[in-house]
Each structure stands twice: as structure tokens, then as C-alpha cells.
């Protein structure tokens, strides 16, 4: 296996990235937080201290690499990409906003 040490990656890639591994590793802590402690409403401090591990660890990785000039600028078609998945995240939101809303008061 040859490992390419000149390889450019995308603006943003490493954020990306190390959030996700960070609300992976974390969640399971916020799970066994709540049930420890009986309340369910901590079960969203996992994610939340998983992200901001993740967000301090991927912008760290993400400011070595720009320095090495291994950071690139997202091209227009990994833009429309970023903007679709920006949208479609939205649209899930306000789509389960709703579905809790009517849940509610129905």
C-alpha cells in the first residue's frame, strides 16, 4: 500500500470529520449519564461534549494542515453539494419540529 504524503483535502474535511468521531465516542456517555443519574433530559450532554472535543481537535488537525498547504478550497460542485446537505438538514428539522408539535397538542 503506497500512502500518498502530497494529497490536498478539502476545506472543512477534518471538522467534519473529528465532529463525527467526537458524537460517537461521546453519546454513549450522555446515555449512561441519564440512566445513572434517572434523568433523561442529560442524554443530550454526550453529543454535545463530543462535538466540541471533536470541533477543538478537527479545526487543530485542520490548522496543521493548512500550514503544510495541504488544504485546498472547496470546488463550486462541493459547494452545491455542502449547500444541498445544508438545506435537506433544515428541512429534517423543521419537518420533526412539527411532527413534536403535533404530537403535542394532538
Do not use: D
Not at 500500500?1 to 478539502?10: A, D
Not at 472543512?12 to 453519546?27: C, D, K, P, Q, R
Not at 485542520?62 to 495541504?70: A, D, P, Q, R
Request: no cysteine; charged share 20%.
Amino acid at each position: 500500500m503506497e500512502i500518498n504524503n502530497n494529497k490536498k483535502y478539502p476545506e472543512g474535511h477534518f471538522l467534519g470529520l473529528w465532529m463525527g468521531i467526537g458524537v460517537a465516542i461521546f453519546s454513549g456517555l450522555g446515555i449512561s449519564l441519564s440512566v445513572a443519574t434517572n434523568n433523561y433530559g442529560l442524554i443530550g450532554v454526550g453529543p454535545a461534549i463530543g462535538m466540541a472535543f471533536g470541533l477543538s481537535i478537527g479545526q487543530a488537525i485542520e490548522n496543521k494542515y493548512k500550514k503544510e498547504n495541504k488544504i485546498r478550497p472547496l470546488t463550486e460542485e462541493e459547494k452545491k453539494r455542502r449547500k444541498i446537505a445544508v438545506m435537506a438538514g433544515l428541512a429534517m428539522l423543521i419537518l420533526g419540529v412539527i411532527a413534536f408539535s403535533l404530537m403535542l397538542f394532538l
